[in-house]
């Protein structure tokens, strides 16, 4: 019976260091930016750290970076944004852009491992009387499908919200109208925080047909 209650208490301790994380809304167009850079009369700022919890850590283990930009154009052009617009890191290499189904699928919550919390279905709670008789109570059957289903059920509504907001500022290829300020959020591939610079392709100058 020592054993069984021993059990219950590690497990308890374990699961509910492990309940799911609700999704705190970015909103790139609210943020402060500290970073940023400018090339041919455009400036692009940046943030990163933006994931909390089971997001920020699904981050880490993935080697992939959730990265908040601001894009503004003021070179008399209409660009594409990872065409004529590119990111490149301080040492000149390009920055490998994810797409938004990668990025989704590689930092999103796993609802299914919540399962487990139904391996806590089988506990019991053992009271004794003081005649030395004993009364055990199957409280499992309340604590196990219980909590199961209510982490599934926050870490599946948590991932909507996330890629509801990675799709409203998906800006893979987005024409960024001259004089206009975009604001995306953009999957890129690295285990770090290296700074990050804007790079212009050089633009070839209109052609006027003659009359």
């Known amino acids: 019976m020592k054993t069984q209650k021993n059990l219950l208490l590690v497990l308890s301790i374990f699961f509910l260091g492990s309940c799911a994380s609700s999704y705190n809304v970015i909103s790139p167009n609210?943020?402060?930016y500290m970073s940023g850079s400018s090339d041919?009369?455009?400036n692009v700022d940046y943030k990163y750290n933006l994931l909390t919890g089971r997001y920020a850590k699904?981050?880490?283990?993935s080697n992939v970076k959730l990265v908040?930009?601001?894009?503004?154009?003021?070179?008399?052009?209409?660009?594409?944004?990872?065409?004529?617009?590119?990111?490149?890191?301080?040492?000149?290499?390009?920055?490998?852009?994810?797409?938004?189904?990668?990025?989704?699928?590689?930092?999103?919550?796993?609802?299914?491992?919540?399962?487990?919390?139904?391996?806590?279905?089988?506990?019991?709670l053992t009271t004794s009387s003081g005649n030395g008789a004993s009364n055990s109570v199957?409280?499992?059957?309340?604590?196990?499908?219980?909590?199961?289903?209510g982490n599934i059920?926050?870490?599946?509504s948590a991932?909507?919200?996330?890629?509801e907001e990675l799709l409203k500022y998906d800006i893979?290829?987005?024409?960024?109208?001259?004089?206009?300020?975009?604001?995306?959020?953009?999957?890129?591939?690295?285990?770090?925080f290296e700074g990050i610079k804007v790079k212009v392709a050089d633009l070839q100058p209109e052609v006027t047909k003659a009359d």
């Open 138 to 149: 199957p409280i499992g059957y309340a604590i196990g499908p219980g909590i199961a289903g």
């Open 153 to 156: 059920i926050a870490a599946s």
């Open 58 to 61: 699904r981050e880490t283990n």
């Open 30 to 32: 609210t943020l402060s």
């Open 68 to 124: 908040a930009v601001k894009v503004t154009n003021n070179s008399g052009r209409d660009l594409h944004f990872g065409k004529d617009i590119k990111l490149v890191y301080n040492n000149g290499a390009d920055v490998v852009m994810l797409d938004n189904a990668k990025l989704f699928d590689a930092t999103k919550q796993h609802p299914a491992i919540y399962l487990l919390y139904l391996l806590l279905t089988p506990s019991k």
């Open 172 to 192: 893979a290829g987005t024409v960024v109208k001259n004089g206009e300020t975009v604001y995306g959020l953009v999957g890129i591939s690295t285990n770090s």
């Open 159 to 163: 991932n909507s919200k996330y890629k």
């Open 40 to 42: 041919k009369s455009v």
